[in-house]
T-cell receptor, first 114, second 112 residues
Framework: NAGVTQTPKFQVLKTGQSMTLQCAQD?????MSWYRQDPGMGLRLIHY???????DQGEVPNGYNVSRSTTEDFPLRLLSAAPSQTSVYFC?????????????FGPGTRLLVL | SQQGEEDPQALSIQEGENATMNCSYK?????LQWYRQNSGRGLVHLIL?????REKHSGRLRVTLDTSKKSSSLLITASRAADTASYFC????????????FGTGTQLKVEL
């Protein structure tokens, strides 16, 4: 059981470039989410999904797109990277549709936008 | 905006001592959770306490919840160097949708 996996671990982008952060889980969890973590800000919710084909916006969705075609995968797309998107990104999943239940986090992706 | 605010922001203690950190929140909640984050790693769930519970234990961890004061505390007894980490509270607000709101965390350092 790998749990929640994220790739890449670290990425450097130039302003305006696009990229996709990958997230996968093998626990058959319905709920998946993306957070960003910035110093002194805690974790802020970007987007979440309660099941395949269903996504919704969190607290800070601007500049990010998501889709959920399978239960296992929940990629996060940056269409045109900006320096303000420099952050550590965490994917999480939860049993059922419980966004307020125990969250299982991936190891994170560190993104630097120059 | 942050729902939960941890206090203190940083705490340094000696191994064997107890560590207490607090979380205050603003609106009614369904539950409150505590997570640990070691440096450079993802968050790990520690304990979940529901709004109708007042106290919960897990190993060396004790969590209390006072919904009248909108606050929670996490007590780590007989701390070890391996407990050095950041600790976050997360609340599931009533009527707040299907999501958690995280606080800004307490950095705990346990020295030998």
């Amino acid at each position: 059981n790998a749990g929640v996996t994220q790739t890449p671990k670290f990425q450097v982008l130039k302003t305006g470039q696009s990229m996709t952060l990958q997230c996968a889980q093998d626990m058959n969890h319905e709920y998946m989410s993306w957070y960003r973590q910035d110093p002194g800000m805690g974790l802020r919710l970007i987007h979440y999904s309660v099941g395949a084909g269903i996504t919704d916006q969190g607290e800070v969705p601007n500049g990010y797109n998501v889709s959920r075609s399978t239960t296992e995968d929940f990629p996060l797309r940056l269409l045109s990277a900006a320096p303000s998107q420099t952050s550590v990104y965490f994917c999480a999943s939860s049993y059922g549709q419980g966004g307020q239940e125990t969250q299982y986090f991936g190891p994170g992706t560190r993104l630097l936008v120059l | 905006s942050q729902q939960g605010e941890e206090d203190p922001q940083a705490l340094s203690i000696q191994e064997g001592e107890n560590a207490t950190m607090n979380c205050s929140y603003k609106t009614s909640i369904n539950n409150l959770q505590w997570y640990r984050q070691n440096s450079g790693r993802g968050l790990v769930h520690l304990i979940l306490i529901r709004s109708n519970e007042r106290e919960k234990h897990s190993g060396r961890l004790r969590v209390t919840l006072d919904t009248s004061k909108k606050s929670s505390s996490l007590l780590i007894t007989a701390s070890r160097a391996a407990d050095t980490a950041s600790y976050f509270c997360a609340t599931g607000p009533k009527g707040g949708g299907n999501k958690l709101t995280f606080g800004t965390g307490t950095q705990l350092k346990v020295e030998l």
